[in-house]
């Protein structure tokens, strides 16, 4: 990738120790390890990653969303949901397919479809 390439792509990374708190729009590819306690509004289409390290509290709204670490709150994916082993997540969940993998912890009233 050259440093033009690199301007213009489309990709967020809130690192290990940072802690955010707010609404946030993303898009792209996003990876979170750190901490955010609000709104995450990721568009259509983008992926969404939870590291092991994260720990978010609130509302998170996207398409495809995978889940290593913890979550708290209300989760609304128009793609594919997936709990990674080690996950720990409560609260509600709407999303059009969820894949729970063994080991994921899952405490929610969930729907899928």
């Not at 290990?16 to 707010?22: C, M, T």
């Not at 080690?86 to 729970?100: L, W, Y």
């Amino acid at each position: 990738m050259d440093i033009t390439d690199f301007k213009t792509a489309r990709f967020n990374i809130v690192g290990d120790g940072s802690k955010l708190q707010g609404v946030l729009h993303l898009a792209g590819r996003s990876s979170i390890s750190g901490e955010i306690e609000g709104e995450l509004h990721a568009a259509e289409g983008s992926q969404l990653i939870l590291e092991k390290t994260a720990r978010v509290q609130g509302k998170l709204f996207g398409h495809d969303v995978e889940i290593h670490g913890h979550f708290q709150g209300e989760i609304h994916a128009t793609g594919t949901l997936t709990l990674r082993p080690g996950s720990d997540t409560s609260g509600v969940i709407r999303a059009a397919k969820i894949v729970v993998y063994p080991g994921a912890l899952l405490n929610s009233e969930t729907s899928a479809g």
